[in-house]
């Protein structure tokens, strides 16, 4: 006898992938689409997408998504959860897009406490514009901007948002997961899902960085980018729960 392990989430869109091979995109919205199921979220919720490779997150959720300006999604999202406050509102971003020019968006969101949840995918480099330095590229990683690679000296260190926002009052949950293996897939999904649960239970803004590939723009094969962040990428953004909500685990 068959028995079924696995389904496509009902709130992730039944359509072509079109993402790079290796891109953890695809992997992250099904991880969205499992928690909204199991929330009973869909119809109640409002997502605001990024300009980058992850804007095409409005093809694959069947939500309501909102495109904002570039960096912007965190002001776009405060404005939606304060005008209908019984929705469920998240923001989906690129490193590029709310590390560069969103930084003061982030910030100034989480100081305040916002009653959003905002995925932020790290991937360390810019990826629908060619692959170009990032604020979250590492020293050392080369790029089309930086062919010998970034320069401590020259460009700074890289930002580690999620420590970044940890000096911060107001936000209630703050945690960096990866989807490079099973068991931080398995982690990732756990923290999603507890991100939208914070949500839920009105304690306010709540964040959760993902660590992804890029095997694109890396220029490497989808095996060889997992390796990468096991052994460099995690070395400098340590996979981990900086901040949990009142009575969390």
């Known amino acids: 006898m068959t028995r079924k392990v696995y389904s496509r989430p009902q709130s992730v869109v039944d359509m072509p992938f ?7 995109h695809g992997l992250i919205h099904g991880l969205m689409g499992e928690a ?22 409005y093809d694959y959720l069947d939500t309501d998504m909102i495109q904002a300006s570039h960096g912007r999604a965190p002001a776009v999202a405060t404005g939606v959860k304060r005008a209908l406050p019984d929705r469920f509102v998240f923001t989906y971003q690129g490193d590029g897009d709310l590390a560069a020019i969103g930084t003061s968006e982030i910030i ?25 330095t990032a604020p979250t590229t590492l020293v050392g990683q080369t790029t089309t901007t930086a062919p010998i690679g970034r320069l401590e000296e020259v460009e700074g260190a890289p930002i580690q948002v999620c420590e970044m926002l940890n000096t911060l009052q ?61 052994e460099t990428m995690s070395a400098y953004y340590p996979i981990k729960d900086f901040r949990m909500p009142e009575g969390g685990q």
């Open 170 to 230: 107001k936000p209630a949950l703050i945690s960096r997961v990866s989807v490079h293996n099973p068991a931080n897939i398995m982690r990732a999904k756990k923290m999603i899902k507890k991100a939208f649960q914070c949500q839920l239970e009105g304690r306010g803004f709540s964040f959760v960085e993902v660590l992804s590939s890029c095997p694109t723009n890396w220029r490497m094969n989808p095996l060889q980018a997992l390796q990468w962040i096991e």
């Open 18 to 24: 079109h993402y790079c091979p290796g891109c953890h």
């Open 108 to 132: 100034h969101a989480a100081a305040r406490g916002e009653n959003i949840t905002v995925i932020f995918v790290n991937n360390a480099i810019f990826g629908m514009t060619g692959g170009q």
């Open 36 to 57: 909204l199921d199991e929330l009973d979220l869909t119809e109640k919720t409002i997502g605001v997408g990024p300009v980058g490779c992850g804007v095409f997150v």
